[in-house]
T-cell receptor, first 115, second 110 residues
Framework: DAGVIQSPRHEVTEMGQEVTLRCKPI?????LFWYRQTMMRGLELLIY????????DSGMPEDRFSAKMPNASFSTLKIQPSEPRDSAVYFC?????????????FGPGTRLLVL | DAKTTQPTSMDCAEGRAANLPCNHS???????VYWYRQIHSQGPQYIIH?????ETNEMASLIITEDRKSSTLILPHATLRDTAVYYC???????????WGAGTKLIIKP
């Protein structure tokens, strides 16, 4: 039974470059979450989709961050241009249900380093 | 959502029961207690959740006090692979938000 799949697992890039993180939720799940984890701030919710529609993007740090969910089995988180302070581990999680209140299952994360 | 208080770190001997406490004295009647853990370099893993009754699954047991102001996660026979940061989260049933604290770093010693 495949869990949440994220790619790449590691990304090293230079400041100013575009970064795209990818997520495939668990089949049948209709809610998807993007989180960011740093030592200083812990785990933070960036954006929440339900049935492919963004419901809450209040956690997206600024306009450099954007997220899309073109279909039920794929989502991307894009940072353009990237900055060193964006270095963090980015997690995708999914759940099944109407409002996202159900148990969330997390992927392995993408470790991003911006030089 | 109510806040939670957990010890920063705990040790437990391999094979023994690990008991992780969580204080949530301001919990409301419609808030569940959730437990997740995060093993080093992995994503958070769901363990168990409950409202007011004690719960048990293949991973752990959750004991919630009668007044619901505190709870204990029990790993009945801890192994080295249970070394992780354990997060206690209180969450309104209709709210998708998980508010993550610092958690308890549990170290299982051989």
């Amino acid at each position: 039974d495949a869990g949440v799949i994220q790619s790449p697992r590691h990304e090293v890039t230079e400041m100013g470059q575009e970064v795209t993180l990818r997520c495939k939720p668990i089949s049948g799940h209709n809610s998807l979450f993007w989180y960011r984890q740093t030592m200083m701030r812990g785990l933070e919710l960036l954006i929440y989709f339900n049935n492919n529609v963004p419901i809450d993007d209040s956690g997206m740090p600024e306009d450099r961050f954007s997220a899309k969910m073109p279909n039920a089995s794929f989502s991307t988180l894009k940072i353009q241009p990237s900055e060193p302070r964006d270095s963090a581990v980015y997690f995708c999680a999914s759940s099944i249900g109407r409002s996202g209140q159900e148990t969330q299952y997390f992927g392995p994360g993408t470790r991003l380093l911006v030089l | 959502d109510a806040k939670t208080t957990q010890p920063t770190s705990m040790d437990c001997a391999e094979g023994r029961a690990a008991n992780l406490p969580c204080n949530h004295s301001t919990i409301s009647g419609n808030e569940y207690v959730y437990w997740y853990r995060q093993i080093h370099s992995q994503g958070p893993q769901y363990i168990i959740h409950g409202l007011k009754n004690n719960e048990t699954n293949e991973m752990a047991s959750l004991i919630i006090t009668e007044d619901r102001k505190s709870s204990t996660l029990i790993l009945p026979h801890a192994t080295l692979r249970d070394t992780a940061v354990y997060y206690c989260i209180v969450r309104v049933v209709s709210n998708y938000q998980l508010i993550w604290g610092a958690g308890t770093k549990l170290i299982i010693k051989p």
